[in-house]
C-alpha cells in the first residue's frame, strides 16, 4: 500500500527566505505527482504536476523534483511572501483509483 | 470562467438522513472524484468516474454512493450508513492522468 510522509507538518520562516518542502513515498510505480496548495476551508489548487518521466516542473518561482528510485519529490518555494502561507499537499497517482495524499505542510511566512 | 462548483458549502444531516452533495463541472473533463478530508489526514478517495453512466470505489466507499448520468455533474449521497459523516468533502475533474482541478468543498455537520 502506497504511503506518503510530508515532513516537516509545520513550518515558519521570514519574508524572502528560499524553502524546500518534502515529500516521500514508499511505492515508486507511479504515474504522476502532483502539489498543491490549501488555504484555510478552500479546495485544492494545483501548482505543479510532475509526469512519472520527468525530474522536475517549474512556474514562477517554485520549482518540483521527483526522484522516482529514492520515492522523493521535493517543492523549492523561492523568495518567500506572506501570500506564500497556506497548506502545501503532495499526492501520488498509481492510476485512476490509486490516488495517496500526503498530509501536508503548512506553512507560515512572517512578514 | 471554467470550473468545478459544488454545492451547498455548509451542510447539516440529522441522524438517520440522507443528505446529497452536488459537484458540477465545466471543463469538459472524462473523469470527476470525490474525496473526504479530516483533521489531521490526508485527502481520502471515496468514489471516481472516467466516463459517464460509470463509476467505481475508491477507498472508503462504505456508507456513499454516486452517479454519473451527465459529464457535467458527479453528485454524492451520504448516506445514512456512514456513522462518521463529519468532514470536509472535494469533488475533482481531470483529463485521463492530467492534473486535478479541485471545487471549494463542502462541509458537513451532525445536528
Known amino acids: 500500500k502506497q504511503e506518503v510522509t510530508q515532513i516537516p507538518a509545520a513550518l515558519s520562516v521570514p519574508e524572502g527566505e528560499n524553502l524546500v518542502l518534502n515529500c516521500s513515498f514508499t511505492d515508486s510505480a507511479i504515474y504522476n505527482l502532483q502539489w498543491f496548495r490549501q488555504d484555510p476551508g478552500k479546495g485544492l489548487t494545483s501548482l505543479l504536476l510532475i509526469q512519472s518521466s520527468q525530474r522536475e516542473q517549474t512556474s514562477g518561482r517554485l520549482n518540483a523534483s521527483l526522484d522516482k528510485s529514492s520515492g522523493r519529490s521535493t517543492l523549492y518555494i523561492a523568495a518567500s511572501q506572506p501570500g506564500d502561507s497556506a497548506t502545501y499537499l503532495c499526492a501520488v497517482f498509481g492510476g485512476y483509483q490509486k490516488v495517496t495524499f500526503g498530509t501536508g505542510t503548512k506553512l507560515q511566512v512572517i512578514p | ?111
Open chain 2, 1 to 111: 470562467d471554467g470550473g468545478i462548483t459544488q454545492s451547498p458549502k455548509y451542510l447539516f444531516r440529522k441522524e438517520g438522513q440522507n443528505v446529497t452533495l452536488s459537484c458540477e463541472q465545466n471543463l469538459n473533463h472524462d473523469a470527476m472524484y470525490w474525496y473526504r478530508q479530516d483533521p489531521g489526514q490526508g485527502l481520502r478517495l471515496i468514489y471516481y468516474s472516467q466516463i459517464v453512466n460509470d463509476f467505481q470505489k475508491g477507498d472508503i466507499a462504505e456508507g456513499y454512493s454516486v452517479s454519473r448520468e451527465k459529464k457535467e455533474s458527479f453528485p454524492l449521497t451520504v448516506t445514512s450508513a456512514q456513522k462518521n459523516p463529519t468532514a470536509f468533502y472535494l469533488c475533482a475533474s481531470s483529463i485521463m492522468l492530467q492534473p486535478q482541478h479541485f471545487g471549494d468543498g463542502t462541509r458537513l455537520s451532525i445536528l
